[in-house]
């Protein structure tokens, strides 16, 4: 089964799933305006069972109520031997207009890059945050 084809299966049974959107890369790609809001800092994950949630600093969106659209959700592949983000693959994980977001659908033990940017109204989009590493994984704890 493909990964699209596991995205769309996931997205008919669970309504938070994420698809991934194939992109050259993040920064710049959806540009349509001129307005760069600032990225969101502060970003915190928690490793799930097949899934990542993100949660971030909440003031973007109250600071710039007259220019904030949405968030833009980022992954890509980590490489321990490399110690380093696979920049030439980002893709689009999804976006929101709140401070957190549940990737989905995900491999356990495979670790991932994540980066937040912000999209203003105009379509202008900011550079994406720093990037932070998590490892979606089975827990026999429950709730987490």
């Known amino acids: 089964m493909t990964r699209l084809s596991r995205c769309l299966l996931a997205a008919a049974f669970l309504p938070l799933a994420a698809c991934n959107v194939q992109i050259s890369s993040p920064d710049g ?26 949660s971030w600093s909440g003031t973007l969106a109250s600071s710039y109520q007259g220019e904030f659209k949405h968030f833009r959700v980022y992954s890509t592949a980590y490489s321990f031997s490399g110690g ?28 991932l890059c994540f980066a937040v940017s912000t999209v203003a109204r105009d379509g202008g989009e900011g550079s994406r945050s720093r990037s932070v590493v998590e490892t979606p994984r089975f827990s026999t704890v429950l709730g987490f």
Do not use: K, M
């Open 29 to 54: 790609i959806y540009t349509e305006g001129d307005t760069r809001l600032p990225a969101p800092s502060s970003i915190v994950t928690v490793a799930l069972d097949g899934a990542v949630h993100l």
């Open 84 to 111: 380093r983000c696979d920049d030439g693959g980002w893709v689009v994980e999804g976006t929101t207009v709140s401070d957190a977001f549940l990737v989905g659908n995900l491999r356990n033990g495979q670790s």
